[in-house]
């Protein structure tokens, strides 16, 4: 799979800000009652999506690899949120499938594929995240 890379940038002094990869964007921003716009995904959020979206989409690569056709995916992510610091400490994902397969091969595509999802397993064996060269820049009024 080799090297992934994300760019986030504030918009106009403001905690709203805009990440991309490529071409593609979303935005992101911390809910209003923690001081944000409410105008974009939360960090807990996107931490959902991810798991959520990777799963999805290995479920699609997977099943090309048996010559399953899936007809619709649903994929719910839920966390509870505790500790000091503040964590995801309990993360559900919850997968509807419909295919073109019997019950017994969709339940096999689902178990495998969750033994081998990129993002799920990343965090599940603690894949280590390092601060690297961080910039401090006094600004004046």
């Not at 991309?20 to 935005?27: E, K, Y």
């Not at 017994?104 to 390092?130: F, H, K």
Request: with cysteine.
């Amino acid at each position: 799979m080799g090297q992934t890379a994300v760019h986030i940038r504030t918009i106009d002094h403001a905690s709203l800000a805009v990440g991309w990869s490529g071409h593609r964007t979303l935005t992101i921003d911390r809910q209003t009652q923690a001081g944000g716009m409410g105008l974009g995904f939360s960090g807990g959020e996107l931490l959902l999506l991810a798991i959520g979206g990777c799963y999805c989409n290995d479920l699609f690569r997977e099943a090309v690899k048996r010559g399953m056709v899936i007809q619709s995916v649903q994929v719910d992510v839920e966390a509870e949120w505790g500790g000091t610091p503040i964590r995801a400490q309990y993360v559900t994902l919850t997968p509807h499938i419909e295919a073109e397969a019997d019950e017994a091969a969709i339940l096999d595509l689902i178990t495998s594929t969750d033994r081998m999802a990129e993002i799920p397993n990343s965090l599940r064996l603690g894949t280590p995240v390092q601060l690297r060269d961080p910039q401090a820049i006094t600004v004046y009024k």
